[in-house]
């Protein structure tokens, strides 16, 4: 008998999922006294926190020793090499913050868990077909989100002086890196990530796609402050980033140039270059 979506017994199928993240990450890093007797919110909260930073150092530390140690001078120039110093303080931006960051998927499955969500455990419940319709609504949504939300906190002017400024600190080559894709305020970070958050209320959403999805920002966020153009259209590569971090009024976007392209505020890395002003 197939179990019904929403009962206790489907729900549970996303405790016993969340459950086995917290096991493979926090049974192979810490003593089991020091997490066990936690209520299952807290260890869901301490799994995130720890693989989001294992996951920020990583792609972090990886990305930096390719294009600043082993092809030194070839994808950048000298001068736009960051500073060590400066490396160090996004890292201890970012650190600060990561407490409150993971605090958002943690409520997210919490939700999850317990029915307030559109979430499915198993892509069969579905079939392939409208799973891949529900993902690319998903991703259109972020994008459009993540999208608005990026530009207001640079239109609203409070938002941006006491919150987005903190990032835009770094507004040259050589004050950006990898380790820059998570130097936000707090807030700044949880209110970028909210759209993630809320097309779960909104969009039947695959809960270990959406684990991945999740995953992948991580990645992505020290990929887009690089300095590096990549040249694959339609992606919002860190060619284009770059140049958001330069003139704060361009390319808003998040994994596309759509909502730029379609609302006039996308700027091209080849303008950039000749000197063409928007």
Known sequence: MEMAIGSSEYL???VEETSMYNSIVLAN???ATWW???PHFLQTWLRNYIAGTI?????GLLWSFYIYHLYRNV???KDAIPSNKGMLMQIYVAMKAMPWYTLLPT???HLIENGWTKCYSGISEVGWSLYLVYL???LIFVEFGIYWMHRELHD???LYKYLHATHHIYNKQNTLSPFAGLAFHPVDGILQALPHALALFIIPTHFRTHIALLFLEGVWTANIHDCIHGKLWPVMGAGYHTIHHTTYRHNYGHYTIWMDWMLGTLREPEEEKSGKVN
Request: contains cysteine; aromatic residues 20%.
């Open 12 to 14: 549970r199928q996303f």
């Open 29 to 31: 890093l810490l003593p």
């Open 36 to 38: 066990a007797p936690l």
């Open 55 to 59: 996951l920020y150092f990583l792609s």
């Open 75 to 77: 994808y950048l120039p």
């Open 107 to 109: 409520v997210c499955e």
């Open 136 to 138: 690319a609504i998903y």
């Open 156 to 158: 609203i002017k409070p």
